[in-house]
């Protein structure tokens, strides 16, 4: 009897056509990330064995010909010396068709065991990634994971029911200057007080303006960033107990014509574990800011018992001044666009796409059968080890719903770190 061979590649679905997949959008011009990450970062593994198929689910049909064209533009046309091929790209659904639930089809014709990239508005992730699970598949779902801790909960289930890996898409985790920093604040006792601050330029709410202050607000879709960074530094050290939120008004209303928060401040309160000392946290972000020399502003400062750790994430000490661009301060640590002297794509070892081929690499050996879905726990930002970020948010959110109340996090008697409802 012979035994199978190993699976050396995995096909991969990405849901969602937008910025961040494909680069395309309405201000593709104006991004950093004209050239998205997702779809290139998956034609590039592809060029390197990992990476079977490809294919893209979106809603809108009759926008498919303008993605193809501008894949093709930018990315195929950007690297000839990598040989991508845009055109072996599927997409769902019919050119001719409107379809939110095209996804499922995609998930269909996937083999089991695919990767399924999730990157649609925040409130479309819960359902996605449960379809996925429970196809089979290995699901990365853009941050926030889902909106509320049930839903956070409940695919926590659904992967461990269905044996797959599921997991946040927290590139921050892999940036060596924010990793370095967990590992030295590890060791600097208790935490006492953290801070940070992340923005958006004001006309990514044009970007944003199907979903932006109606079904997801600035919190989700900025501050989990810094919370999950938060959560993973005192993983199993502190626990959040207690959150308030602000928000600012005003810019947003005007650009979208609707109620829409500028600004939002989650202020949250944690316990620090055995000791029963107390520390505070802010972490505010905005989408009202003016155009600067960073398409995203970003920095923060956490203060423990024994010592403290600054970092502005903007600024890397690379400036570019251009006649075309103006001036500019570039981080080529997330992802590196500019293709080397041969014309080929060379940003692989750029934060923002190792996060990616972890995950793939992950999933193999899943499929493989050499490592577990749990064995990935203390290396991915994985579902299960996420929802304290979950939390934060959801209950910042109903702080604000109910006028700025304070919103209390409860946790299992089994498990001090296992947040099971808000009140």
């Given at each position: 009897m012979t035994t199978p061979l190993a699976q050396s590649t995995v096909s991969v679905v990405c849901v969602g056509t937008g910025e961040y997949t494909t680069g395309y959008g309405l201000n593709s011009a104006k991004t950093d990330k004209g050239k998205g990450v997702v779809v290139l970062t998956m034609l590039d593994l592809k060029r390197r064995g990992l990476v079977s198929d490809i294919c893209i689910a979106g809603v809108s049909g009759s926008k498919l010909p303008s993605i193809r064209e501008h894949m093709r533009n930018g990315i195929e046309n950007s690297y000839p010396g990598s040989k991508f091929d845009t055109s072996a790209i599927k997409t769902y659904p019919n050119d001719t068709l409107t379809d939110p639930l095209a996804y499922k089809e995609a998930l269909d014709a996937a083999p089991t065991g695919s990767v399924v990239t999730v990157f649609t508005p925040d409130d479309t992730h819960f359902s996605i990634c449960m379809d996925a699970i429970q196809k089979g598949h290995h699901v990365l779902v853009t941050k926030p994971a889902v909106m509320t801790l049930q839903d956070h909960l409940s695919l926590i289930a659904a992967g461990k029911k269905h044996n797959v890996l599921v997991a946040v898409e927290m590139h921050k985790r892999f940036?060596?200057?924010?990793?370095?920093?967990?590992?030295?604040?590890?060791?600097?006792g208790p935490l006492g007080y953290f801070t940070s601050y992340m923005?958006?330029?004001?006309?990514?709410?044009?970007?944003?303006?199907?979903?932006?202050?109606?079904?997801?607000?600035?919190?989700?879709?900025?501050?989990?960033?810094?919370?999950?960074?938060?959560?993973?530094?005192?993983?199993?050290?502190?626990?959040?107990i207690r959150v308030i939120a602000l928000a600012a008004t005003g810019v947003a209303e005007k650009e979208l014509g609707r109620k829409c928060e500028d600004t939002i401040s989650l202020h949250v309160t944690w316990q620090n574990l055995p000791s029963n000392s107390i520390g505070i946290s802010s972490f505010t972000s905005s989408w009202s800011a003016p155009p600067s020399d960073v398409h995203s502003q970003q920095h923060f400062h956490a203060q423990c018992h024994g010592g403290e750790v600054r970092v502005d994430q903007a600024h890397r000490g690379y400036t570019i001044s251009t006649d075309a661009n103006g001036f500019a301060s570039s981080n080529p640590l997330f992802f590196r666009y500019t293709p080397d002297a041969d014309g080929c794509f060379s940003g692989q070892q750029a934060y923002g796409y190792r996060s990616f081929e972890l995950f793939v690499r992950a999933a193999l050996d899943i499929n493989n059968g050499s490592a577990t879905p749990g064995d990935f726990d203390g290396k991915l930002a994985t579902i299960g080890t996420t929802v304290i970020t979950s939390a934060i948010l959801e209950a910042g959110r109903k702080s604000?719903?109910?006028?700025?109340?304070?919103?209390?996090?409860?946790y299992s008697k089994e498990d001090e770190f296992q947040p099971i409802e808000l009140k």
């Open positions: 940036d060596p200057i924010y990793s370095d920093a967990r590992d030295r604040l590890r060791n600097l923005s958006q330029p004001k006309h990514q709410l044009q970007t944003f303006k199907a979903w932006a202050g109606t079904s997801s607000d600035i919190s989700y879709y900025l501050n989990s960033h810094h919370v999950d960074f938060c959560q993973w530094v005192f993983d199993k050290k502190a626990r959040p604000l719903d109910a006028g700025g109340i304070a919103v209390e996090i409860i």
